[in-house]
C-alpha cells in the first residue's frame, strides 16, 4: 500500500516538538546560541524508544522553546511544519502550542498568537492543507495568566484559532485546579481538548469529559478505569491517540501492545496522530503505517478512523465535506 498516497488528518501534532532541526540549528546561531553539529543537534532533539518516562521526553522540547520567542521565528516553524504535512498528503492539521512559553524575550500575547496563526495562514494558501492552531495551558505552569491567555486567543477563533488544550505532565486529579478555565474557554466559543489518561492515570479521561472536554489527547488508559471507557464510548469522545509517542513515554510497552485496535473493537472512536513529528521522529505516513502493519488493518479500517478524524476535527461542516471527499 502507498501509505504516503493516502488522505490523512493529524489532530494531535505539538508546534515546538515538531520543528525542523535544520531550522531550530540555523535559529539558534542567528540568536547567538550554542548548538551543536546538525547531526549531534538532531539525535538531541530525537526521544529514544529507550526514553525512560514522559518528563524525560519533554526534556527534548528545550532547544525549540529557547529559540522561539520572536514573531519570525514562530511565524516560520508554524509555516514550515503545515509545509511538511502537505508534502505527505495530510489534508488538515491542528497543531497546538503553549503560548505562555514564548513570552520570555518580551512578546506579547497578541504578537505569539498571530504569529503562529500567520505562519499556518500563508503555507495554507500555498498548499492543499486546511487546518487550526489551538493554544495550551501548562499543567506544570501558574494559573494567574490563564484569564489572560484565554480572553487574548478568543479574538482569533474566526481566525483559525479553534481550540484550548491542557497539557504538559500529567498528575491525578489536575481537571479540578482547571475546571473554571476550561469553563470559560467553553463559553467563548472554544473546542476543548484535554491530555489526559496518557500516563497511567484513567480517571483523568473520566474528569477531562465531565468539565468539558470534546476529545482527549492519548486518553489510552480509559481501559484500566471503567467509569473512564463507559463515558467515552457513550458520549463518542474521540481519542487522539499517538503511537510511536506513547511507546516512547512508556506509556505502553511495544506497538503491539497499544490498545488502539482493542478500542476499535469495542467501539471506541480512535485517530492516529503524530504529536511530535521531530521529537518522536515521526510522520503521518510513519504512524498510519505503523498501526496499519501492526494490526493488519485493511484499507477499509483506515477509511473509519480518517472518518472519526473528520467527525471530531475543530472545523466547519464545509471544510468536513470537503476532507470526507477524498476518500469517498
Do not use: W
Amino acid at each position: 500500500m502507498n501509505y504516503k498516497a493516502l488522505p490523512k488528518i493529524d489532530l494531535h501534532c505539538h508546534l515546538d516538538g515538531s520543528a525542523r532541526p535544520e531550522t531550530l540549528r540555523e535559529l539558534a546561531v542567528e540568536r547567538n546560541l550554542q548548538v551543536a553539529d546538525i547531526e549531534s543537534l538532531r539525535s538531541s532533539l530525537i526521544a529514544p524508544e529507550s526514553c525512560p518516562s514522559l518528563d524525560e521526553y519533554l526534556k527534548r522540547f528545550e532547544l525549540a522553546v529557547q529559540v522561539m520567542q520572536d514573531k519570525a521565528s514562530l511565524e516560520r516553524i508554524a509555516y514550515e511544519i503545515f509545509e511538511d504535512a502537505s508534502y505527505e498528503n495530510v489534508k488538515y492539521l491542528e497543531v497546538r502550542f503553549g503560548p505562555l512559553l514564548h513570552m520570555n524575550k518580551g512578546l506579547n500575547l497578541d504578537e505569539i498568537i498571530s504569529s503562529v496563526l500567520k505562519g499556518m495562514n500563508d503555507a495554507k494558501e500555498k498548499y492543499d492543507i486546511e487546518g487550526g492552531i489551538i493554544i495550551a495551558a501548562l499543567r506544570t505552569m501558574p494559573t494567574d495568566r490563564l484569564d489572560d491567555l484565554i480572553e487574548t486567543g478568543s479574538k482569533y477563533l474566526d481566525k483559525g484559532l479553534v481550540g484550548f488544550d491542557l497539557a504538559s505532565s500529567e498528575v491525578a486529579g489536575f481537571c479540578d485546579t482547571f475546571k473554571p478555565f476550561v469553563e470559560k474557554a467553553k463559553a467563548l466559543g472554544y473546542k476543548i481538548t484535554i491530555h489526559a489518561g496518557e500516563t497511567g492515570v484513567g480517571k483523568n479521561v473520566f474528569d477531562a469529559v465531565t468539565i468539558g472536554a470534546d476529545r482527549i489527547g492519548h486518553g489510552i488508559h480509559i481501559h484500566s478505569h471503567q467509569k473512564a471507557f463507559d463515558i467515552v464510548k457513550k458520549h463518542k469522545i474521540v481519542l487522539e491517540t499517538c503511537p510511536s509517542s506513547n511507546v516512547q513515554t512508556k506509556a505502553v510497552t511495544s506497538m503491539e501492545n497499544h490498545p488502539i485496535k482493542d478500542f476499535m473493537d469495542a467501539g471506541i472512536l480512535v485517530t492516529i496522530n503524530t504529536d511530535n513529528r521531530t521529537v518522536s521522529n515521526t510522520s503521518m505516513t510513519k504512524e498510519v503505517k505503523r498501526v496499519m502493519e501492526t494490526f493488519n488493518l485493511d484499507l477499509s479500517d483506515y477509511h473509519k478512523i480518517y472518518e472519526y478524524s473528520v467527525q471530531a476535527a475543530f472545523t466547519s461542516d464545509e471544510i468536513k465535506e470537503k476532507l470526507l471527499a477524498y476518500i469517498r
